[in-house]
């Protein structure tokens, strides 16, 4: 009976947090301030820590983060002797890509379908939204029986390490006895699910020069180098034929062990158009859980619109690398160097920058935490056991927490489930799961004290 309380004041909260959500979309958090303005940033930053101040938390703070951003932190107190909990999430989104390409637009959130559709809806500010709605039906059901620490980053969509930064120059402030990650998502609507592992990441700026200046391509063409071509071939050698990433001396990485993702589904969660064949090798669960994965993310060269008939002189690309758990990100990161500078043909020059990185991570699903999260996850999706998956995107974070605070029981959970598209046009927040995920922490809050009593 208990556990109903707590669900039927999870349900009626419901309302609240769609208005929450459709506040926090609007506005344009993306950390990128060339193409987005800090205010909106720093605005969405006032609005968590207000909403935090209105559910007594204390210390509350807007940490000035050394890239530049802003992270907000508070702290509320739990019964003597209770332990601590870190509840993490980011305001900051991806930018909206093409809005014209949006069927509502994108920092509106709009219903349709029975979906929410909104920039950062699923990833992740409707994070944000599901810790304050579980906080709050604790307390009205008897209040919350744990101290809570509360950390919104405002980087994390760009990888820029600056709460990793400040978590280490600060050690003492996000100390816990668990922590949960609200960044991450179900297998797929309806099955609850823990992410268990993390790719990291790393990514890089990739320049190519050839000529002093472009030159007419049938006055020079077939003898002046292409630096858009010797790009082209550069960046074809991180792939075999198959599709499969190769980096010269990086491992090919393993088979994932546990659920696996089948090709059907993965083609439709995906949007992979008739006849076009996946690419990689083994199951689909390694191929994007547990194996490496080099993506071209966006080339500098003349638009097709306007282009003359010119040799390029120069071309550049960004270019990332999602590594493996286990596999170290910085000795990725140089092998990847090392290929790019040994693959450049003609004796291109090459300039090589990073731009971000992050570690991976595996977390440790035989703690007591998860056992607590096992039975929460029970009871919020009923006839439905925890499942244990992999993730392929990162959270450079977990492991700076891990290393910070090896005692504590780090667990990833969240809204970003295939259909939520994150990152894409139309991404979108499933309302039931914003639900279910908000009485599955308050449910594993609850259970984890007591475990701990």
């Known amino acids: 009976m208990h556990h109903e309380q707590l669900a039927d004041t999870v349900a009626a909260l419901q309302p609240r947090a769609l208005t929450e959500l459709a506040e926090l979309v609007r506005f344009r958090s993306v950390a990128d301030f060339q193409q987005f303005p800090k205010s909106e940033s720093e605005a969405a930053a006032e609005w968590v820590a207000d909403a935090l101040r209105a559910e007594g938390f204390v210390d509350v703070a807007l940490l000035d983060t050394p890239d530049g951003t802003q992270s907000v932190y508070g702290y509320l107190p739990g019964p003597e002797g209770a332990p601590t909990v870190l509840l993490y999430a980011h305001y900051d989104v991806q930018p909206p890509l093409d809005e014209e390409a949006w069927t509502t637009p994108p920092f509106e959130l709009t219903e349709r379908d029975g979906r929410y559709y909104g920039r950062g809806s699923a990833d992740c ?156 090798s083994g199951g689909i669960s390694g191929r994007i859980w547990s194996k490496p994965a080099v993506t071209v993310l966006g080339i500098d060269c003349p638009p097709v619109v306007g282009a003359t008939p010119s040799v390029q002189a120069s071309a550049r690309a960004l270019v990332s690398l999602r590594v493996p758990p286990g596999v170290d990100a910085e000795s990725a990161r140089q092998l990847l160097v090392a290929h790019l500078e040994a693959h450049t043909p003609w004796g291109a020059r090459v300039q090589i920058e990073k731009v971000g990185q992050g570690q991976p991570f595996r977390a440790d699903l035989s703690s007591p935490a998860y056992a607590a999260m096992a039975e929460a996850m029970r009871v919020a999706y009923p006839g439905e056991e925890m499942q244990a998956a992999g993730q392929g995107g990162s959270i450079p974070l977990c492991n700076t927490l891990a290393t910070l605070y090896p005692k504590a029981e780090i667990l990833l959970i969240g809204l970003s489930e295939p259909e939520a598209q994150i990152h894409a046009v139309d991404e979108s927040v499933s309302p039931e799961e914003l639900e279910k995920l908000s009485l599955t922490e308050a449910l594993f809050l609850r259970g984890y004290a007591a475990s701990q009593g």
Do not use: C
Not at 151 to 173: C, D, K, W
Not at 184 to 213: E, H, I
Not at 222 to 233: H, S
């Open 125 to 280: 500010k409707g994070g944000i939204v599901m810790h304050l709605t579980a906080l709050r039906a604790l307390k009205a059901t008897g209040g919350v029986p744990v101290g809570v620490k509360f950390i919104a980053e405002g980087s994390e969509e760009m990888g820029f390490g600056g709460l990793e930064q400040y978590a280490e120059a600060h050690p003492e402030l996000l100390a816990a006895d668990a922590i949960v990650i609200g960044d991450a998502g179900n297998f797929r609507v309806g099955l609850p699910t823990v992410t268990a592992t993390l790719r990291g990441m790393t990514m890089m700026s990739v320049q190519v020069d050839t000529l002093a200046g472009n030159l007419h391509s049938g006055q020079f063409g077939g003898a002046a180098p292409d630096a858009l071509g010797a790009l082209i071939r550069t960046l074809d050698s991180l792939r075999a034929e198959d599709g499969s990433t190769t980096v010269d001396g990086l491992d090919a990485g393993a088979e994932w062990d546990g659920i696996e993702y089948d090709e059907d589904a993965f083609r439709k969660d995906a949007k992979v158009l008739d006849g076009v064949e996946l690419i990689g």
